[in-house]
């Protein structure tokens, strides 16, 4: 164990270079302050939440944990205004914001002592928001669940292009589940990881039994990337997934496709466990996780297996 | 420098675990004599070969260096049988096989003597190519050049699945043009690699020039998987991909997808240089790579960087 934290963690506020991704219907205050207490920084979903609902998930982690909390804000949601404000108003140590300008309100934060990193899923978006003068980027890859990019750049490959792009922090996201997975995200010049799956995946995410269960079921091949003539999206085998790639293959447009969709279906997937008819989005490495463990073991695991893999990298 | 090769690296007949890919048109005796000598495994590529040249190349090899140079064969090539029998007939000393049944020439090559590796890219087929006796696997994510597999499983989430399903040696392949990559690829628990695209970029590469300088040229966002409903293959953008990419938009079927292709297009593309009208098969990690060195140089900075990546992963 190191006897200080690495920059990034300084930064973050945290022990440990490991963000949980703020995702949509999993990342409520508990798997947030298990995150933090844990020794990362866990960050708190605003996707699914109305501005009194995330206030609330807010000071409800502050309860649970005395380390540091930060948030997750989509900038292309209906909301992100009223919940930036809210973040304002609590003054959050942290904000990851997504999809969207990096400049929208990267000043008004920064402006209030509040760091900033944004999510780019290319070379060319991560030095724009080095431009807007973000603290640190997430880079995204393919394998990513939920909303992903037309790039389809996977982490593996776009990683090193943003460190060799940026001058500032780097956390590498998508397909990182465990230790194995970490240190090649560290190899490929991340100074950090996001990982939302593995977390999505634990007895504190608040997400449906039914939707983890299914998840943890789940074999090597159950997720595909979907909807690439709306906003992608990475997504579990069931029937509405059927559906869409029927549709896909059969030429459908966005109007058609959106039809398909109508409305709530990640809130009737993931948080009602409607497992056939919601939408399930998850990573591609939920297809190697099998079990719900708590947030603690999994940084037991993480950092293990980080340890033991950069110690038996051998000499070539 | 290690005082004796890895285990793999005994096993491939070389010093460092790194096999260059048989590609179509680029894989020629130059440039596999080029890889072996600098202390790797080349592979003649025999999908572009009728047998005849297939041997041609393999003589060739011989005089261009006394290490010991492999052959890819592509079982769903319909010369498959011919290029086995030259390569039983030439005692090569090892054969990787890809596309098709692992146990069709396993057995025949085993009893000869030569070694054999087979390509898969799912954790079930890798289970399979160790039930045919294979001496080891290439698993190849989605991020590989050319033909592909439909379950678009990206490196960094294939490997370790394999690793930990087969107890065979793993070569890692996708995405790995530089030493950070490989280290990655060794992170996650692969024995080695196997390169394809760094090495169609290089000067003795047999592709046309315009072809690799095309490469080298190409931005970040260069290529994409396309051909999902035939066999899924990655190409460099060009007016011929935008007209399979329009007609998949709009819902075409196989047939439509094979007329517009017709036939000769991956020679015209990677071999006689028509850049816009042929089928250019490369890896995404193109969209990295801006030069097109000598073999030797390749070898260097792997080799390099990869110590480098080696001695600088964090304690965390």
Redesign the interface.
Known sequence: ??SSP?PL?HLLGCR??IVAGGMAWCSGAKLAAAVSAAGGLGLIGGASMDADLFRRHIRKARQLTSRPVGVNIPLTFHQAEALAAVAIDEAVPIVFTSAGSPRRFTPEFKARGIKVFHVAP???LACKCEAAGVDGVVVE???AGGHNAH???????LV??VV?AVNIPVLAA?????G??M???????ADGVQIGTRFAMTQESSAHPAFKEYCAAAG??CT??VLK?NIPVRMMANRLRDRIEAAE????DREELLAILGRGRPEAGMFRGEIEEGMLEIG??A??LHDLPPVAAVFDRL?SE??A??RA????
Not at 249 to 252: K, N, S
């Open positions: 164990m190191p690495s963690a440990y270079p290319s070379p060319a890859g393919f394998e790039e389809e750049l996977t982490t593996l490959v090193p292009q060799d998508g397909g990182i589940g465990d194995r997975q240190a090649a995200a560290l190899a490929l010049g090597s091949d595909r990337l003539k293959a059969a030429g459908a591609q490495v297809g190697m950092l980080y340890e893999t950069r990298l051998p000499k070539i």
